[in-house]
T-cell receptor, first 113, second 112 residues
Framework: QKEVEQDPGPLSVPEGAIVSLNCTYSNSAFQYFMWYRQYSRKGPELLMYTYSSGNKEDGRFTAQVDKSSKYISLFIRDSQPSDSATYLCAMSGVDTGRRALTFGSGTRLQVQP | IAGITQAPTSQILAAGRRMTLRCTQDMRHNAMYWYRQDLGLGLRLIHYSNTAGTTGKGEVPDGYSVSRANTDDFPLTLASAVPSQTSVYFC???????????FGAGSRLTVL
């Protein structure tokens, strides 16, 4: 079983829809939670970053972390065709000699105009 | 523009050949990473370096080696390429405890 599970999609929605993207994880040591967006044939770019539990809002994007359930979400309001991309969740702990992120496999989102 | 530069962008390689993927950053980040990205498997860590002069193994290190002679450069070497190493390779760097990674544009490698 992977440490981070993410539904690969694809997820197809009409323009203006609310999108919900989710990840579950198994490692209770994870403290930092991030969402990256990756356009086709490009490198991932940071979209949202959250420390520990709670919500964070940035424009049309809201990130939620529920550590008790080991579940994180990304909501996109008023989705636009330019939001069409693959969304990767990522997380890390505070411990380790290896300060790398563990990624989900990514969810491909297509917003139809 | 500050960031990470990877080279080559794309390469086709015969099996058994040696290949080095180059990665240079100009942000003076201490930590650097190499990931490979494969369909359905996401990004998997190959090797990492927390600071110049040190390296460590990630999730899928076999068949790869790295060096970190200075802060800016972190090359990834495939000593004898095999078809299963066909992938997109991303170099990344980070600074600080939150481990927010900045990625390069990737190197697409095909091993025949």
């Amino acid at each position: 079983q992977k440490e981070v599970e993410q539904d690969p999609g694809p997820l197809s929605v009409p323009e203006g829809a609310i999108v919900s993207l989710n990840c579950t994880y198994s490692n209770s040591a994870f403290q930092y939670f991030m969402w990256y967006r990756q356009y086709s044939r490009k490198g991932p770019e940071l979209l949202m970053y959250t420390y520990s539990s709670g919500n964070k809002e940035d424009g049309r994007f809201t990130a939620q972390v529920d550590k008790s359930s080991k579940y994180i979400s990304l909501f996109i309001r008023d989705s636009q065709p330019s939001d069409s991309a693959t969304y990767l969740c990522a997380m890390s702990g505070v411990d380790t000699g290896r300060r790398a992120l563990t990624f989900g496999s990514g969810t491909r989102l297509q917003v139809q105009p | 523009i500050a960031g990470i530069t990877q080279a080559p962008t794309s390469q086709i390689l015969a099996a058994g050949r040696r290949m080095t993927l180059r990665c240079t950053q100009d942000m003076r980040h201490n930590a650097m990473y190499w990931y490979r990205q494969d369909l359905g498997l996401g990004l998997r860590l190959i090797h990492y370096s927390n600071t110049a002069g040190t390296t460590g193994k990630g999730e899928v290190p076999d068949g790869y080696s790295v060096s970190r002679a200075n802060t800016d450069d972190f090359p990834l070497t495939l000593a004898s390429a095999v078809p299963s190493q066909t992938s997109v390779y991303f170099c990344a760097s980070s600074q600080g405890g939150a481990n927010v990674l900045t990625f390069g544009a990737g190197s697409r490698l095909t091993v025949l």
